[in-house]
C-alpha cells in the first residue's frame, strides 16, 4: 500500500464525462490498496473566462476579489469529482483550501505556500476516505482566499503530497510525459523515462510547459518523487528524480524553446561604473525580468553596446522604461526587436562533457541560422535567434545531439 497524490489538469477535467474517466481512474488506485489524495484545476477554459468577466467589471480591480472570483473553478470541480466518486461507492470528500487549511501568504494573485495542515486529511485516510483538494488556492494571513498563480493546481499537489509525505505525486496531463522536445515540431521526439529535477526545472523555465516552474522547485527541495503521464492513455509517464536516480546520464537530455522573447540593444552606451544599475535597476522596479544580458568590449573606453531580452508580454513598458532613463544612463539609440526565440539544449551529462556549446552552434550555422545573443549555465546552453527559424533549429539540434527516436 502506498500513498499517492494524483493531480488532474483542466483537459482531464474538462467536462463531466471525462471527470467520471477521473473518477474511474482514482477508485481504481484505492481498489489497489493506496491512500489517495486527489488535486483538481479547474475545467479547461474555465479560469480564462472567470477573468475575462473580472475584468469585464472592473478593469481595474481589487486582488482579493479577483481571488475569490477566479478560484471558482476548482471549487466546482473538487465537488463534482468527490459527486463522482460516491456514485461509485468510493468514500470522498472535497476540501477547498481554507478548509485544511493549505496556509499561504497574503501576496493576492501569486501567493505561495508557508504551511499545510494535514491533520484532518490523515484521520480520513484512516477511515478510507479519498480526499479531493482544490488546488490553486491558499489561505491568506488575513483568512481571505489567495491564488498560487497561473499553474498553481501543479504546486499545490507538489506541496500537499510533501506535507502527506507521500510515496509519489502524480500529475495526469494531456500529454504522455516529458519528452525530448515538442512532439508536435518534432516528429523523431522521445518520451523520457526518467528526468532529472534540475533538468525539469530547466527545462520548464525555458519553455517547456509540461510542469510549472514553480512545482518542479518545490519537488526538488523537498525531494517529492514526481510522474508526468496522461490521463487519456495507460502509458507509463516519465519520472522526475534526483539525479542520484539515473544510472545513465545523457549529454543532453532535452531541448526547449520560448517564443515569449524580445530583445533590446542599446548603442554606445557610457562605458562607466553604475551604467548597468542605471540600466536594469528601472526594470527591476518595474517588476520587469531580464534574462540575457550581452554586454560587448569598449574600444575606446568611453562607450559600449548592451543587449538583453525579456518576456514578449513586458517588451512595451521595458522599452517606455528604458526611454525614460535615457538621460541617467547615457546611450545614442535604442533597437528593439520581438520577433525572437530563445533555443536551449539542456542536460546534467553537460558537467562532464566538453563540445556541447560547440556542436550546437556548427548545427545551426549548417543551416544558415544566425546566433543573436548566448547564455550559459551549469547544464544549459541557450541562444537567441529569430524567431522564423524556431522549428529548424529545434529539428537540426534534436538530430546533431542523436535525440531522434529510431
Same mark, same amino acid.
Given at each position: 500500500?502506498?500513498?499517492?497524490?494524483?493531480?488532474?489538469?483542466?483537459?482531464s477535467?474538462?467536462?463531466?464525462?471525462? *471527470?467520471?474517466?477521473?473518477?474511474?481512474?482514482?477508485?481504481?488506485?484505492?481498489?489497489?490498496?493506496?491512500?489517495?489524495?486527489?488535486?483538481?484545476?479547474?475545467m479547461?477554459?474555465?479560469?480564462?473566462?472567470?477573468?475575462?468577466?473580472?475584468?469585464?467589471?472592473?478593469?481595474?480591480?481589487?486582488?482579493?476579489?479577483?481571488?475569490?472570483?477566479?478560484s471558482?473553478?476548482?471549487?466546482i470541480?473538487?465537488?463534482?469529482?468527490?459527486?463522482?466518486?460516491?456514485?461509485?461507492?468510493?468514500?470522498?470528500?472535497?476540501?477547498?483550501?481554507?478548509?485544511?487549511?493549505i496556509?499561504?501568504?497574503?501576496?493576492h494573485?501569486n501567493?505561495?505556500?508557508?504551511?499545510?495542515?494535514?491533520?484532518?486529511?490523515?484521520?480520513?485516510?484512516?477511515?478510507?476516505?479519498?480526499?479531493?483538494?482544490?488546488?490553486?488556492?491558499?489561505?491568506?494571513?488575513?483568512?481571505?482566499?489567495?491564488t498560487?498563480?497561473?499553474? #498553481?493546481?501543479? @504546486?499545490?499537489?507538489?506541496?500537499?503530497?510533501?506535507?502527506?509525505?507521500?510515496?509519489?505525486?502524480?500529475?495526469?496531463t494531456?500529454?504522455?510525459?516529458?519528452?525530448?522536445?515538442?512532439?508536435?515540431?518534432?516528429?523523431?521526439?522521445?518520451k523520457?523515462?526518467?528526468?532529472?529535477?534540475?533538468?525539469m526545472?530547466?527545462?520548464?523555465?525555458?519553455?517547456?510547459?509540461?510542469?510549472?516552474?514553480?512545482?518542479?522547485?518545490?519537488?526538488?527541495n523537498?525531494?517529492?518523487?514526481?510522474?508526468?503521464?496522461?490521463?487519456?492513455?495507460? $502509458?507509463?509517464?516519465?519520472?522526475?528524480?534526483?539525479?542520484?536516480?539515473?544510472? =545513465?546520464?545523457?549529454?543532453?537530455?532535452?531541448?526547449?524553446?520560448?517564443?515569449? =522573447?524580445?530583445? *533590446?540593444?542599446?548603442?554606445?552606451?557610457?562605458?562607466?561604473?553604475?551604467?548597468a544599475?542605471?540600466?536594469?535597476?528601472?526594470?527591476?522596479?518595474?517588476?520587469?525580468?531580464?534574462d540575457? *544580458?550581452?554586454? $560587448?568590449v569598449?574600444?575606446?573606453?568611453?562607450?559600449?553596446?548592451?543587449?538583453?531580452?525579456?518576456?514578449?508580454?513586458?517588451?512595451?513598458?521595458?522599452? /517606455?522604461?528604458?526611454?525614460?532613463?535615457?538621460?541617467?544612463? #547615457?546611450?545614442?539609440?535604442?533597437?528593439?526587436?520581438?520577433?525572437?526565440?530563445?533555443?536551449?539544449?539542456?542536460?546534467? /551529462?553537460?558537467?562532464?562533457?566538453?563540445?556541447?556549446?560547440?556542436?550546437?552552434?556548427?548545427? +545551426?550555422?549548417?543551416?544558415g541560422?544566425?546566433?543573436?545573443?548566448?547564455? @550559459?549555465?551549469? *547544464?544549459?546552453?541557450?541562444?537567441?535567434? $529569430? =524567431?522564423?527559424?524556431?522549428?529548424?533549429?529545434?529539428?537540426?539540434?534534436? @538530430?546533431?545531439?542523436? +535525440?531522434d527516436?529510431?
Amino acid at each position: 500500500m502506498a500513498r499517492l497524490v494524483m493531480k488532474f489538469g483542466g483537459t482531464s477535467v474538462g467536462d463531466v464525462d471525462r *471527470i467520471r474517466e477521473v473518477a474511474k481512474r482514482v477508485h481504481a488506485s484505492v481498489e489497489e490498496g493506496n491512500e489517495v489524495a486527489v488535486v483538481v484545476s479547474a475545467m479547461a477554459g474555465t479560469t480564462d473566462q472567470l477573468a475575462k468577466w473580472t475584468s469585464d467589471i472592473a478593469l481595474f480591480h481589487d486582488a482579493r476579489e479577483y481571488d475569490v472570483v477566479v478560484s471558482a473553478g476548482e471549487q466546482i470541480t473538487a465537488g463534482l469529482l468527490a459527486l463522482a466518486l460516491q456514485d461509485m461507492g468510493v468514500s470522498a470528500r472535497s476540501w477547498l483550501a481554507w478548509q485544511l487549511p493549505i496556509r499561504s501568504d497574503a501576496v493576492h494573485g501569486n501567493a505561495r505556500i508557508e504551511e499545510i495542515d494535514c491533520r484532518e486529511l490523515e484521520k480520513r485516510f484512516q477511515e478510507g476516505q479519498v480526499a479531493v483538494v482544490a488546488g490553486f488556492q491558499g489561505k491568506g494571513e488575513d483568512g481571505r482566499t489567495t491564488t498560487l498563480g497561473r499553474g #498553481g493546481s501543479d @504546486t499545490s499537489a507538489v506541496a500537499l503530497a510533501a506535507a502527506l509525505r507521500a510515496e509519489r505525486c502524480d500529475i495526469y496531463t494531456d500529454v504522455e510525459g516529458v519528452f525530448t522536445a515538442d512532439p508536435r515540431i518534432v516528429a523523431k521526439a522521445r518520451k523520457l523515462d526518467r528526468i532529472t529535477y534540475e533538468e525539469m526545472l530547466e527545462m520548464a523555465s525555458q519553455g517547456a510547459r509540461v510542469l510549472q516552474t514553480r512545482s518542479v522547485s518545490m519537488a526538488m527541495n523537498h525531494q517529492v518523487r514526481v510522474q508526468v503521464l496522461s490521463s487519456f492513455s495507460n $502509458s507509463p509517464g516519465t519520472l522526475v528524480v534526483d539525479e542520484d536516480e539515473v544510472v =545513465e546520464k545523457q549529454v543532453v537530455s532535452g531541448i526547449a524553446y520560448s517564443r515569449d =522573447e524580445a530583445k *533590446i540593444t542599446l548603442i554606445r552606451v557610457a562605458d562607466r561604473p553604475g551604467v548597468a544599475a542605471a540600466i536594469f535597476g528601472p526594470l527591476a522596479d518595474a517588476n520587469i525580468n531580464v534574462d540575457i *544580458i550581452v554586454q $560587448s568590449v569598449s574600444e575606446d573606453g568611453k562607450s559600449t553596446d548592451v543587449t538583453f531580452t525579456v518576456k514578449e508580454a513586458d517588451f512595451e513598458r521595458a522599452v /517606455g522604461v528604458v526611454e525614460s532613463a535615457k538621460d541617467s544612463v #547615457g546611450f545614442d539609440r535604442m533597437i528593439s526587436d520581438s520577433n525572437v526565440a530563445k533555443v536551449s539544449v539542456i542536460g546534467v /551529462g553537460m558537467r562532464s562533457h566538453a563540445g556541447v556549446a560547440q556542436c550546437m552552434f556548427s548545427a +545551426l550555422a549548417e543551416k544558415g541560422i544566425n546566433i543573436h545573443a548566448i547564455s @550559459t549555465s551549469e *547544464i544549459k546552453v541557450s541562444v537567441l535567434i $529569430s =524567431e522564423e527559424y524556431t522549428e529548424l533549429a529545434l529539428r537540426s539540434l534534436h @538530430t546533431a545531439y542523436g +535525440l531522434d527516436a529510431n
